[in-house]
């Protein structure tokens, strides 16, 4: 069920637990005897994910089952770099969303500052930052076998998941285009034919409070099943806000996905899935760091009366007069049949709707200043999406899988600002032609404040995306062992997409000149002035070729090449002489466009996948060299008061490293997993950058440097001790660290936005009652207290300042957790 957002008091929190535990306890005294049998893995996993685990009998190593190649296969049988986060771990750590899962993957990058934003990069790949309304991610989201268009569409909590899967290495030829860097498949708990329940609540400090519900059964025994699933979050933020005492940074979230199953025949299942789920929070400020230059926004303040607040990553401090809020709506419907043809394979249609709305308002200038109290840049997108695919039997020399897939995509970008009475002093004269000292008074002495005051500008630009593809992969075992295989793979995809944008005044009371207004058109960011209606066409063939070859039952070595492609996009303002920002010609001189030509990648990869000591040992290690040509970038060219940001293909980007994976169980009751991913990545060819605001020079090359958001070090140890106290009492402590080497966050690679390397670690402890039907667990997190940053702004030229985002301090808390 959907918990209100009104919810808020102590009392209505512990009457929604009290509520679903007391509805469990009902179900349980007529359906726990439906308990599913050992050998049910699918009805095993609804009754008790931490307990199924991905260990077999004895504590050894068990089957984890992937559909990395559009079947289920072992994982280990899969010659792809694979990650897998199970049901097991990510019930027992609460591991929810993609910033979550950063920790769970090697080489994995989240670009996170809002609901809106989120940027995934692999191995260097990927991570483009801001201003991406008119590219697509280099990293595919899947969710239950639905492409996911824009990846803010994912930026929410997920719940009642089975598996998260990570496949590194461009995966063009069945997950299609914009997989240049890999792709994530996300797969939830389907219906089962036997009742289970789970009921969940967690508190924590910095008023943290979550809820977790999913029930499941049969509705025509053995033809028809349902499964509903829902949660509610709440926290608090940890940004204290000097202006007001309250705190920004938290965070509201809540969800629901009803699915019916349906097996009429045999051989012929139908899946049907409705998901809605809404999150809102005050958008993560930067706070600023530090003053480079005090001559800009420093003095301007302190000349009228006020004082700039620096903070750092420990007390994180900032001084804000206006609320952040940022909500997003995603409403998703999917229908998935499959229809075994016997001796001549199987049929998947998966037909999918997904509507998504996001809202942002902003108090852009990040101080006590009313400069600019309403911000904000807000998207709706509609999806339609069609695949269908057939694939043969697997026991055959030949297996195969050739489909088609369409989909249509509608991107609308609502952007606008509105100034306000103090924006004079936040900016410095943007044209002292249009704006001159009147009556013995300044711009900075408010000689045109009651004029800017409300005036503002408004934008809107919609993208339409068509994209159609015929895909094919064949392997071939050419020996009658199956020991040896081939892997043959291709992809035709074809692209249509068109934009049209109209930046507009939308509030003028002061009578502003028409010169005026477009002096201050570049202070509208996403929402300046200009006109663009434009179109292209895109093509691209992808595709792979592989052998891999099992030693034995235990060692499998394999290698393969990949090509593939991301799509051609746009700029989102206008690069015409309709935009009067004086910064777009120095922006075309830097490679930007209207459009930027698509992403091709070449991928050669070698690798190891190991079981050892009866399977109580599993060692994969993979080695990767990606090459990535016509690169997308964000770069941004500060002129005057702002900063023109822009999208262009930066020449070339050269990934290669090693990724070492590793499963253990030692002991009986302990289980180890982890890895450590070292990643080279560097702009091959980058000679026409845009220079740090330090810089005087007008262009940088920063060929051979490493790339943003590219950590070189990737690792992550998790200990999870289990022990048996009684007959019906289970014990349990986890231990998990992980460390990321220093990395840049800005494509400029501006020295003031260097992260350093940081480790974080958790601990979590519990018990389970009642033959692990209840579980009690107490956790923190960054139990050290870390103080860090998850991303760095560098120096902004026009203020003077130097800002970041730290990261969460140490949290703490509860979970109960009841299942049947």
């Not at 504590?59 to 559909?67: M, P, W």
Request: net charge neutral; glycine share 10%.
């Amino acid at each position: 069920m959907i918990f209100p957002s009104t919810i808020r008091s102590g009392k209505a929190k512990a009457g929604i637990f009290l509520l679903t535990a007391s509805l469990l306890s009902l179900a349980s005294g007529t359906a726990w005897a439906a308990t599913p049998a050992p050998e049910d893995a699918d009805a095993a996993i609804v009754a008790d994910p931490v307990a199924v685990d991905a260990a077999g009998p004895e504590g050894e190593l068990g089957d984890i089952t992937v559909v990395a190649r559009k079947r289920s296969e072992n994982v280990q049988t899969v010659p792809i770099a694979i990650t897998v986060i199970s049901s097991a771990e990510l019930t027992r750590q609460n591991l929810v969303n993609f910033t979550n899962f950063q920790v769970k993957f090697p080489a994995f990058s989240v670009y996170l500052t809002n609901p809106k934003q989120l940027n995934l990069g692999i191995r260097g790949i990927g991570n483009n930052g801001f201003n991406t309304d008119g590219i697509d991610g280099s990293v595919g989201i899947f969710v239950d076998g639905v492409y996911t268009g824009r990846q803010g569409m994912v930026s929410s909590d997920f719940n009642d998941i089975a598996d998260v899967e990570l496949l590194r290495g461009p995966q063009g030829t069945l997950f299609g285009k914009n997989t240049t860097a890999g792709a994530v498949i996300i797969n939830t708990l389907k219906p089962s034919f036997k009742f289970g329940a789970t009921a969940e609540a967690t508190v924590g400090n910095e008023g943290f409070y979550q809820f977790k519900g999913s029930v499941t059964g049969p509705l025509i025994d053995d033809k028809l099943a349902v499964r509903l699933s829902g949660f509610y979050s709440d926290k608090d933020g940890n940004y204290p806000n000097v202006y007001n005492g309250k705190k920004q940074n938290g965070r509201q979230g809540q969800g629901l996905r009803g699915q019916l199953l349906a097996t009429p025949t045999d051989n012929l299942s139908i899946r049907l899935i409705a998901t809605y789920g809404r999150q809102s929070f005050p958008s993560i400020s930067p706070v600023i760091l530090s003053i480079y230059n005090p001559a800009a926004l420093q003095k301007r303040m302190a000349d009228a009366g006020y004082t700039l607040l620096t903070s750092n990553a420990k007390d994180r401090k900032i001084n804000i007069d206006s609320p952040l809020t940022a909500q997003t709506d995603l409403f998703s419907t999917s229908g998935e049949i499959n229809l075994g043809l016997g001796s001549a394979g199987d049929l998947t249609s998966i037909t999918a709707y997904e509507r998504w709305s996001c809202f942002t308002n902003n108090d852009n200038d990040y101080t006590q200043l009313d400069a600019l109290s309403d911000y904000g840049s807000c998207n709706k997108e509609r999806q339609f999406s069609q695949e269908l695919r057939w694939s043969t039997p697997s026991d055959k020399p030949i297996v195969a899988t050739l489909g088609g897939f369409l989909s249509r995509q509608r991107l609308q970008v609502d952007s606008r600002v509105r100034f306000g009475s103090q924006y004079n002093i936040w900016a410095a004269n943007p044209s002292a032609a249009q704006f001159p000292t009147i009556g013995g008074k300044t711009w900075a002495q408010g000689a045109y404040a009651a004029a800017l005051t409300g005036a503002g500008f408004r934008s809107q630009a919609v993208f339409h995306t068509d994209t159609d593809a015929l895909f094919g992969n064949v392997t071939w075992h050419p020996d009658a062992d199956r020991r040896v295989a081939i892997d043959i793979g291709l992809r035709q995809t074809w692209e249509r997409r068109s934009q049209l944008y109209d930046g507009v005044v939308a509030s003028n009371p002061g009578n502003l000149t028409t010169a005026q207004l477009r002096a201050l058109s570049p202070s509208g960011a996403n929402a300046q002035l200009g006109h663009v209606d434009t179109s292209l066409k895109d093509s691209s063939l992808s595709g792979e070729l592989g052998v891999n070859f099992k030693v034995n039952s235990a060692l499998m070595v394999f290698g393969k090449y990949v090509r593939g492609n991301k799509s051609a996009g746009f700029n989102l303002l206008p690069y015409n002489s309709s935009n009067p920002d004086s910064g777009v010609a120095s922006a075309i001189a830097l490679g930007a466009g209207q459009t930027v030509k698509g992403e091709k990648a070449d991928d050669v990869e070698a690798g190891i996948k190991s079981e050892w000591f009866d399977r109580h040992l599993l060692i994969n290690v993979t080695a990767f060299l990606t090459k990535v040509q016509n690169y997308q970038a964000n770069q941004a060219v500060g002129v005057g008061n702002t900063a023109l940001k822009f999208l262009a293909n930066v020449g070339s980007l050269t990934s290669q490293g090693v990724e070492v994976e590793g499963e253990a169980w030692p002991l009986e009751g302990l289980h180890l997993k982890g890895f450590v991913a070292y990643n080279d990545a560097v702009y091959s060819s980058f000679r026409n950058s845009v220079c740090p605001g330090q810089s005087t020079a007008l262009t940088c090359d920063l060929t051979g440097r490493q790339v943003a958001w590219a950590p070189k070090w990737t690792t992550d140890l998790t200990a999870d001790y289990t022990h048996a106290i009684s007959s019906d009492v289970t014990g349990y402590a986890l231990v998990d660290i992980n460390w990321r080497s220093k990395q840049n966050t800005t494509i400029t690679l501006d020295p003031s936005a260097e992260i350093q390397g940081y480790a974080l670690t958790s601990f979590r402890a519990g018990v389970q009652l009642l033959d692990r039907k209840l579980d009690l667990q107490l956790w923190v997190e960054n139990a050290f207290n870390k103080s860090y940053y998850i991303n760095l702004l560098g120096y902004t030229k026009s203020t003077g300042i130097i800002q970041g985002y730290p990261g969460n301090p140490r949290t703490f808390g509860a979970t109960v957790r009841v299942t049947l």
